[in-house]
């Protein structure tokens, strides 16, 4: 978790609202994932970054490599966006990403 | 579209035992992974392969083998299973070598130590 770490590690939000997740990085990032941990376990896809923004529905992310950062903002949030968040890093390489300890999102009606 | 199946979905074993943990895929993918979570923690990288019979170490590498037999399957050996232990292993697979490729994960196995 030292190497990239999320903030915060827990959130709670109110139908409706909107927030935004943070990743910073002491590793050279050249790509980043997002994903959504489901209460079953299973890792669902959010996001795949090189340097940039991508939008999908209510969700949009983005990478800054040279400040060593990306974010994730939920808009609107529903009551199926709760779970676990974690943004993972990896260098120029197939090395394997590196994970946050990742953000627990709660939304309640 | 594509699947990765890992199997056994749940693994209890005992202390000292050697386990082994077999994930396929279908995406014709060339390079594999097996990462570690612990309860409440992000995944650690055990070993990964960009091809058929390579392996590479990852942080998380001792205690465990890992084998790539053929281009679809991905099996990881826990050596000597720890009393207590708890945790899942993710199989995971992405398209290219060389660079950086989106990672995609199967459903996991999880494992308890009697």
């Known amino acids: 978790g030292d190497k990239v770490k999320q903030s915060p590690s827990a959130l709670s939000l109110q139908e409706g609202t909107n927030s935004a997740l943070r990743c910073n990085f002491s590793?050279?990032?050249?790509?980043v994932q997002w994903f959504l941990q489901n209460p079953r376990g299973s890792l669902i896809n959010l996001f795949y970054?090189?340097?940039g923004t991508k939008e999908n529905g209510r969700l949009k992310s983005a990478f800054d490599s040279k400040e060593s950062y990306s974010t994730l903002h939920i808009r609107d949030a529903q009551l199926e966006d709760s779970g676990t968040y974690f943004c993972?890093?990896?260098?120029?390489?197939?090395?394997?990403?590196?994970f946050g300890l990742g953000t627990r999102v709660s939304v309640f009606p | 579209g594509g699947i990765i199946t890992q199997t056994p979905k749940f693994l209890i074993g005992q202390e000292g035992q050697k386990l082994t943990l077999k994930c396929q895929q279908n995406?014709?993918?060339?390079?594999m992974y097996w990462y570690r979570q612990d309860s409440g923690k992000g995944l650690r990288l055990i070993y990964y392969?960009?091809?058929?019979?390579?392996?590479q170490k990852g942080d998380l590498s001792e205690g465990y083998d890992a084998s790539r037999e053929k281009k679809s399957s991905f099996s990881l050996t826990v050596t000597s299973a720890q009393k207590n232990e708890m945790a899942v292993f993710l199989c995971?697979?992405?398209?290219?070598?060389?660079?950086?490729?989106?990672?995609?994960f199967g459903p996991g196995t999880r494992l308890t130590v009697l």
């Open positions: 995971a697979s992405s398209i290219g070598t060389g660079g950086s490729y989106e990672q995609y």
């Open positions: 590793i050279a990032a050249t790509t």
């Open positions: 970054l090189v340097p």
């Open positions: 993972a890093a990896e260098g120029n390489y197939a090395q394997g990403l590196t």
């Open positions: 995406f014709n993918h060339d390079t």
């Open positions: 392969s960009i091809t058929e019979n390579d392996l």
